[in-house]
């Protein structure tokens, strides 16, 4: 799919709330998402799974092979639960991901950082929070399974697939752990 549908095609769909069925290059599966916003590098969503909402994810365009809009019965009845009914955008500055960042460090959430490429050495999942923002990367302190933290964990921009936020995960380990 060239770019430029792309692009057409989550500007038909931004705010809108029309389920988008998303093909990523490193998932031979489809996602489904609510476009609440793009930029020309980024895109943030609420993805749909099972007739449930969790959380916001940002991802790169480039990473997206194709997007189509579906309008079927699933639709219907995501509206007929209002399951939208409570999804409102949070402020987040898409121009990059140096300000992805910085706008959800000022938000004071918990973050999932991820490399979902299936390469072993790239692949990566970090929970955690923001430290410092760099040019080229975020700097974070993540928490492992076993609630150990660790600190100054570099990412660069270039590697991450994912970014997700305010998601049942997330939100509970913020719940039981403090920064």
Avoid at 3 to 12: A, G, I, R, V, Y
Avoid at 65 to 78: A, G, L, S
Avoid at 117 to 132: C, I, P, W
């Amino acid at each position: 799919m060239k770019k430029s549908d792309k692009m057409n095609l989550l500007h038909e769909a931004k705010g809108t709330y029309q389920l988008c069925r998303c093909y990523f290059k490193y998932d031979p599966n489809y996602w489904y998402f609510f476009i609440l916003d793009h930029s020309d590098k980024l895109l943030f969503g609420v993805e749909e799974d099972d007739f449930m909402l969790d959380g916001f994810q940002i991802r790169k365009i480039s990473d997206l092979k194709k997007i189509e809009i579906k309008n079927d019965i699933c639709m219907k009845i995501i509206e007929e639960e209002n399951l939208l009914s409570n999804v409102s955008k949070p402020p987040v500055d898409l121009s990059s991901w140096k300000s992805v960042f910085a706008s959800l460090n000022a938000l004071n959430v918990y973050i999932i950082i991820e490399n979902e490429n299936t390469v072993e050495d790239e692949g990566f999942f970090y929970l955690g929070y923001v430290t410092a923002i760099k040019d080229c990367c975020v700097i974070i302190s993540s928490v492992d399974a076993n609630g150990e933290w660790f600190d100054d964990i570099k990412i660069p921009y270039s590697k991450i697939t994912s970014v997700t936020f305010n998601d049942r995960y997330s939100k509970t380990w913020q719940k039981y752990l403090s920064k």
